[in-house]
């Protein structure tokens, strides 16, 4: 029996508006503490919330839904929280859910974030000294939930059972929750959910595939193809309905290219479907009795399929050497008729594709050959066109490196990139697509015989590639110091040849890029360095957004004073400052970034060849710090006390600009006179 929330209970939900947010990537360098918890991290550290969580992340496995994300951003939100109990209570109320991870389809996925959705009030973050007797609130979802205080606060929803408000008020950064009792239905999931089974007789024919669970598979092509609509109309319209075991009789004949219908996913592909599916169909009602041997056009323009008479009944006959079995007959429909068959007919369409797929494109080689996946998984999370363009019609050189070739490049970048999935940002992927550009020479198809020492062979990304011939075969040199060997040559494709390689080799502008993927913020770099995390620790104690400002873009150039310059500070301040949190009160806080900002310079990253002795630089602050450079190239920075501070450290390089350590914190006027 299928799950009853049928697709056609889903197109009741394409009604229901949902609202779109962005959600916000910020990184806090500082350890988090409680009340800077968002709304996500807050139900993911309460154990009677992991089944909120849990829905969060079933729903956001469709794609375009990020409900995790959005309720990490800045908000503000008021979420009302289900507990564990709440969804076992919803679970055991609904047929064929026994878990969360039941919701595996997308339509299922839709109804689960409608669920969600209908929890959250977006753009205010609403405590419960906000609310009120009656008081009704417009959800993200769309519908409404009315606040009813009788004793206790009571949730209203579209279900006759309110909710109750068992925790009131948590606080998050970015909103608050209140924890309720219960999953809320709105009204649009109460009518999906008790939605009718359509009668057979007054249902088109895709309503009939629909309620038909040996269909499935027609199903899932018939909307793949986007023929909803067709079948869905006037007609009258004959279909022979292959089963779900003829589809996966078909999708074995297609080989490991072709597991599932997903695997249909190019234009050329679903096209192809499209025309297969059409060439099932008969514009016009004939029922059983009114089979007669002979060719009878079908939708798919120009091609027939053929009725043929055997024993006491008929099978039909397609452009393969296989007929198909009638297995059920006379399906009545409001714009048709439909008969079960036991095999997916094929027009010689169909038949050609078939053929053609023992002919293999340079990615279809890639595919097919074991130590080449990580190359296709590269070539895909690149997200740039790239497996389109190697699978056209070329001719290409392609230099393909082993699984243990990329092994080792990850390897060699370090722990941010574990996997081939981490390079998932937008200045990540381009950095992937350069890398694998550079394996590409487009324009020519080049065998072994065509190579030379020493040639200069240009690639896709644009730098050059050098061949190198010695006496154990051919190398690949980059702009590394090592050469790649190429492991199996002149593996021919139909757009192409690959020869196999051992290294990824890299351009000079990825060693480049690299390079400068590997520098950390200013921020980082301080919290990373043990003698300055005082200068953290004051940074955070400002409360002004240092820390923010200082991990942006920049450039900045810091002069970052060390422990026991602030040590040297708190002394010289006498009894009331023993440590950086004695800096509590708004004047002093005030004082305190006077004090930071003094320390910085913004819009340049002044390494120490760029400081003059004599020079003077104005700083974020709005004053004036001085360089006096020594006979003996020491480096010393001047401020409006009588002491000047010493460079001990220069030009630690930053993403966003340079630190030099300072032995001294560098005091302004404004801040000699708040003293």
């Not at 130590?371 to 393909?400: C, I």
């Not at 409006?640 to 220069?650: E, I």
Request: aromatic share 4%; hydrophobic share 45%.
């Amino acid at each position: 029996m299928k799950k009853m929330l049928r697709l056609r209970n889903f197109l009741l939900l394409l009604t229901i508006t949902l609202v779109t947010w962005s959600c916000s990537d910020d990184d806090d360098v500082e350890p988090m503490t409680a009340n800077e918890m968002n709304i996500v991290q807050t139900a993911q550290a309460e154990d009677a919330l992991s089944s909120l969580v849990a829905a969060l992340t079933t729903a956001d496995n469709s794609e375009g839904t990020d409900l995790v994300g959005t309720l990490s951003s800045d908000g503000p939100f008021t979420v009302f929280a289900p507990t564990n109990d709440a969804f076992t209570a919803l679970l055991n109320q609904l047929d064929d859910f026994e878990s969360l991870s039941d919701f595996d389809t997308d339509e299922e996925r839709a109804i689960l974030t409608s669920i969600l959705t209908y929890h959250v009030v977006s753009g205010v973050a609403a405590s419960s000294s906000d609310l009120s007797n009656g008081m009704t609130v417009t959800t993200v979802q769309g519908e409404d939930l009315t606040i009813n205080i009788d004793g206790d606060v009571f949730i209203d929803d579209a279900t006759e059972v309110n909710a109750k408000v068992l925790i009131a008020d948590v606080e998050a950064s970015n909103g608050v929750v209140h924890v309720i009792d219960k999953v809320m239905l709105p009204q649009a999931i109460i009518d999906a959910l008790n939605g009718e089974e359509m009668p057979e007789e007054n249902g088109t024919l895709v309503d009939i595939v629909v309620a038909t669970e040996p269909l499935s598979l027609l199903e899932a092509a018939v909307i793949k193809a986007d023929l909803v609509a067709t079948l869905s109309s006037d007609g009258p319209f004959t279909v022979f309905a292959p089963t779900d075991d003829a589809f996966v009789a078909l999708l074995e004949v297609l080989g490991d290219d072709y597991n599932s219908l997903d695997d249909f996913d190019t234009d050329e592909e679903i096209a192809l479907l499209k025309n297969i599916l059409l060439f099932h169909v008969v514009a016009a009602e004939v029922k059983s009795t009114d089979l007669a041997a002979g060719q009878v056009a079908t939708a798919f323009e120009n091609n027939s399929v053929e009725i043929i008479a055997s024993g006491d009944t008929f099978v039909i006959g397609d452009a393969s050497d296989t007929d198909a079995n009638i297995t059920g007959v006379d399906i009545m429909a409001s714009n048709g008729i439909a008969h079960t068959i036991d095999k997916v007919l094929l027009p010689q369409a169909a038949i050609d594709f078939v053929t053609s797929l023992q002919l293999k494109t340079i990615v279809d080689t890639a595919v097919a050959t074991n130590d080449l996946s990580l190359l296709v998984d590269a070539l895909v999370q690149a997200d740039a066109g790239l497996v389109e363009t190697l699978n056209g019609e070329g001719p290409f050189t392609v230099f393909a490196p082993t699984n243990a070739a990329f092994a080792a490049l990850l390897e060699t970048l370090g722990d941010d990139f574990n996997s081939l999935a981490d390079f998932d940002t937008e200045d990540e992927k381009a950095l992937l697509t350069k890398v694998l550009t550079y394996h590409v020479v487009a324009g020519t198809a080049a065998f072994s015989t065509d190579l030379t020492n020493g040639q200069a062979i240009e690639t896709v990304q644009g730098e050059n590639v050098t061949v190198v011939l010695t006496d154990n075969g051919v190398q690949i040199m980059d702009a590394t110091e090592t050469n790649a060997n190429v492991a199996l040559a002149d593996v021919a494709a139909t757009n192409g040849v690959v020869h196999v390689i051992d290294k990824v080799i890299l351009p000079q502008e990825v060693l480049d890029m690299l390079a400068a993927m590997s520098l950390k913020t200013i921020v980082e770099i301080a919290v990373e360095t043990d003698d300055l995390s005082l200068l953290v620790d004051a940074l955070g104690q400002a409360d002004a957004g240092l820390v923010e400002t200082l991990s942006g873009d920049g450039p900045f150039t810091v002069f970052a004073p060390t422990n026991d310059a602030f040590v040297a500070l708190l002394d010289s301040l006498g009894e009331d400052y023993n440590s950086l949190a004695d800096f509590d009160t708004e004047a002093e806080k005030n004082l305190l970034v006077t004090i930071l900002t003094y320390h910085v310079v913004s819009g340049t990253a002044a390494f120490s060849t760029d400081l003059s002795n004599g020079q003077s630089i104005t700083t974020f602050q709005g004053e004036n710090v001085g360089i006096n450079i020594k006979e003996d190239g020491t480096v010393h920075v001047e401020d409006a006390s009588a002491d000047n501070a010493t460079v001990v450290m220069a030009d630690v390089e930053a993403s966003n600009g340079v630190v030099h350590v300072i032995n001294k914190v560098l005091l302004p006027q404004a801040a000699l006179d708040a003293l």
